[in-house]
């Protein structure tokens, strides 16, 4: 089990209201092994450039050792990856003639067989990545290849490969960790700008809300999209570009939820009683009221994710996401589209099938997190 | 009421304002705009003689400098950045008819006609050509550098056309005036609009209506777990499964693979007409639902859900009304209230079309025609888009609040 139920240490202690919610959220079968299976898959996929990748785990050539998957694994890691520098060996380092682009490592691995001079390479499970494309000088089946079919070096395509001979598994594999990663800090910074101004408008009232009310209606009535298109058009797309966008694009939704939490909150008797005791408004604020609005938070939050993963996909496939040769979900339905009439039916359904299950399992969470802390219990007579 | 209304229509005023003008600024900021596209055209066509022997210093463009005034006066872009928004708007003149002058040299201006500008000091007056001695009325005379320091003189005349005069200017990319596009466009993309409504509107309330008077059942179960993988997938997204599954091309062959009509559509008789109509329907009509059908029938289910665990629910059953009854009138009476009020909301995303839903079944909508303005820069086409989409919000969310009052009598406006 994913999280381990404690032992409750007296029988007299009463579990607080959160703690509740959590035995409750629990007990919800569907949205808790939704929750396990999610973070998982989640923690899983930062393994991938060990996992699934085209670079080699290790490589033994004239007792010298490389470990270039591993160093992978470490540069996309969220923060030491900032100290590790990423680096390419070049085919001629590991004895590859006349290579002195990136090394190809399925082909060494042949090669060093068939030398037989004590020469090695492990390569990891899944050994195909997701930027690992057919170069001019590459075999031509490897383009468009069908799902499970087999390649020449002995391995299989789990789910085939695209126009450009790029593995589908291996890019919905790292489009996963892109695409869960893009929304949880996109949400984050929704949240860190949304809570804090709806509470203060909810709170403080006046002519600073009534303006901020004007702003937000205007940013509702936004053609946001289009903003955002001519926007990315003109500059270079980044993973940074397109979360700075869609912030300021998505913070509108959370503070409006605040600002109601507040401004309800604000008339209510214990808040009377703190402010005539003398406390500072923001304490008020923060220690008081802010722990009485979280449920809307928290109920919010996979819903938010879904838009998250959703707004991105949808700018990926209309060519205004992450910048070109990065595995997004999107790109690769695009590129399904345009060979729709060609019979590679799994260039569309895989990255949709994979989207459509994070989405579903982001919906169940979503559903049990809004059923425990949801204290209605729906009754009825006959 | 009809004062809450009207309040509530100026209250939008500055809200529509606001909104243009955050829209203007951005897109005529944003670089490559239709003056340097045209410029970039103009030398392609005469690249052949070498763009390197531009002698005058400073200047980069090979354009003659009164071509590039041309045009530059056709966009409006000779108008400093702070003017070209009400110019826009229509409160404030702009220049039409404008020609460069030489003074006491007559100049043909169309219709058989030709003026003269007359110098009398420092001061200029526009005479008609074979009257030279009486003023024409209406003509202004400008006097200016250019960017290469020769001296202009410009006659033109002004007049208030904008948006509020109904002047929603030209597509540089299709040279029609929007309004022709607009209207050749909207009719699709507002057929689909309405069918989804009105489809999304009546099974989304039958079935949360169901499935909360048969809460906990099987019946319940199946339908939410449906209900949820809908709202699981964007409506394009679905469009695409089943365009791949049910289309044309590798799929079963069902439905066609796109586009709005068969191309004989035209000769077609009445009936067929229909058909051919629904035939092509079908599939962008379930995904434009897709996106509101989850959360207007959960919506409905759990609205009605609430009501049925009331007191007054308990009391009707007590006094022995029949089971119908009591949901259908007292129970039903309140629960539609928070669905009806959502429909403004949703008007306008249903009324304003979809673009990526568009662009998958390529229909010619008005989204599509936006966002390929959007793409290349048509600023008239994009303006007037958002001058749509705007309008629609504003409306829509008035309208929530008007449904809100007309079917709760519980809230009244003040």
């Known amino acids: ?382 | 009421m009809a004062v809450y209304i009207l309040r509530r229509l100026l209250l939008a005023i500055p809200t529509f304002l606001g909104c243009t003008l955050v829209v203007f600024f951005i897109v005529q900021l944003a670089p490559g705009g239709p003056l340097e596209e045209e410029i970039r055209a103009l030398k392609m066509g005469s690249g052949g003689e070498g763009g390197g022997i531009s002698q005058q210093a400073g200047s980069v463009t090979a354009l003659p400098q009164d071509a590039m005034d041309i045009l530059k006066e056709y966009y409006g872009f000779d108008e400093p950045l702070w003017k070209r928004y009400p110019i826009w708007l229509g409160v404030y003149p702009r220049k039409i008819d404008r020609f460069l002058v030489v003074p006491g040299v007559a100049r043909n201006i169309g219709d058989g006609k030709s003026v003269i500008v007359v110098q009398n000091g420092s001061n200029y007056t526009v005479a008609d050509a074979a009257n030279p001695t009486v003023p024409l009325e209406g003509w202004k005379v400008r006097s200016y550098k250019n960017d290469k320091g020769e001296q202009k003189l410009q006659i033109y005349k002004e007049k208030f056309s904008g948006i509020l005069t109904l002047n929603f200017g030209k597509s540089h990319k299709y040279n029609e005036p929007v309004l022709n596009l607009i209207q050749s466009r909207l009719p699709v993309s507002i057929q689909f609009g309405i069918i989804s409504l009105i489809l999304t509107y009546t099974f989304c309330v039958y079935l949360g209506i169901q499935k909360a008077i048969r809460h906990g059942s099987p019946f319940d179960f199946v339908s939410s777990a449906i209900v949820f993988v809908g709202y699981s997938i964007p409506g394009w997204a679905l469009g695409a499964v089943m365009l791949v599954v049910l289309g044309g091309g590798t799929g079963i062959g069902l439905f066609p693979l796109g586009g709005f009509q068969s191309q004989d559509y035209d000769q077609l008789t009445l009936l067929s007409k229909i058909g051919d109509r629904a035939y092509y329907f079908v599939l962008p009509t379930i995904s434009f639902c897709i996106g509101a059908f989850a959360t207007t029938t959960m919506l409905m289910k759990n609205s009605l859900l609430d009501n049925l665990s009331q007191d007054y629910i308990r009391t009707a059953f007590a006094k022995g009304l029949k089971e119908r009854r009591v949901i259908w009138v007292h129970a039903m009476r309140n629960s539609v209230i928070p669905v009806a009020a959502n429909f403004g909301h949703i008007i306008g995303i249903f009324l304003a079309g979809s673009y990526v839903i568009e662009r998958v079944f390529n229909i010619q909508g008005i989204g599509k025609l936006s966002f390929e303005a959007a793409l290349s820069r048509d600023y008239s086409i994009l303006f007037t888009f958002t001058v749509i989409t705007t309008s629609l919000s504003l409306i829509g969310s008035l309208l929530s609040d008007v449904i809100l009052a007309t079917v709760d009598p519980r809230i009244r406006f003040k």
Request: aromatic letters at 14%.
């Open chain 1, 1 to 382: 089990m994913f999280f381990r139920k404690s032992k409750p240490q007296s029988d007299q202690k009463i579990p607080t209201i959160m703690q509740r919610r959590w035995r409750k959220f629990k007990s919800l079968k569907r949205g808790y092994l939704a929750f396990r299976v999610l973070s998982i898959a989640y923690l899983l996929s930062f393994c991938l450039p060990i996992l699934v990748n085209n670079q080699a785990l290790m490589i033994s050539y004239n007792g010298q050792w490389a470990f270039p998957a591993v160093r992978a694994f470490f540069v996309e890691l969220p923060i030491v990856g900032l100290i590790v520098s990423s680096k390419t060996y070049q085919g001629v380092t590991f004895g590859q003639e006349n290579n002195t682009s990136e090394c190809r490592y399925r082909d060494l691995k042949v090669q060093y067989q068939q030398q037989g001079q004590g020469n090695y390479v492990i390569m990891p499970l899944y050994p195909y990545g997701p930027r690992d494309i057919v170069g001019a000088e590459g075999v031509k089946e490897d383009v468009f290849s069908k799902p499970l079919a087999s390649t020449s070096d002995g391995g299989f395509r789990l789910f085939g490969t695209d126009d450009s001979g790029a593995d589908v598994f291996s890019k919905i594999a790292y489009g996963f960790n892109i695409s869960i990663s893009f929304a949880l800090l996109l949400s984050l910074i929704e949240y860190l700008i949304g809570v804090p101004l709806g509470a203060a408008l909810g709170y403080l009232g006046g002519k600073f809300d009534m303006f901020m009310q004007r702003v937000i209606e205007i940013w509702a009535s936004l053609p946001l999209l289009f903003l955002i298109i001519i926007i990315v058009s003109m500059t270079k797309p980044s993973f940074g570009l397109l979360l700075f966008l869609l912030s300021i694009v998505g913070w509108v939704g959370i503070t409006t939820y605040m600002r109601a939490e507040f401004y309800r909150e604000k008339a209510k008797d214990y808040v009377a009683a703190a402010v005539s005791i003398g406390i500072p408004t923001w304490k008020i604020m923060i220690k008081h009221i802010l722990p009485n609005s979280l449920v809307p938070l928290i109920t919010f939050f996979p819903f938010t994710l879904i838009g998250g993963i959703t707004a991105l996909v949808s700018l990926d496939f209309l060519g205004f996401g992450l910048p070109p040769g990065t595995p997004s979900w999107g790109s690769m339905i695009s590129i399904g589209l345009d060979h729709i009439n060609d019979g590679y039916w799994w260039l569309t359904i895989v990255p949709l099938t994979a989207m459509f299950f994070t989405l579903m399992l982001t919906v169940f969470i979503g559903e049990a997190i809004r059923e425990a802390f949801d204290p209605k219990v729906f009754s009825r007579l006959r």
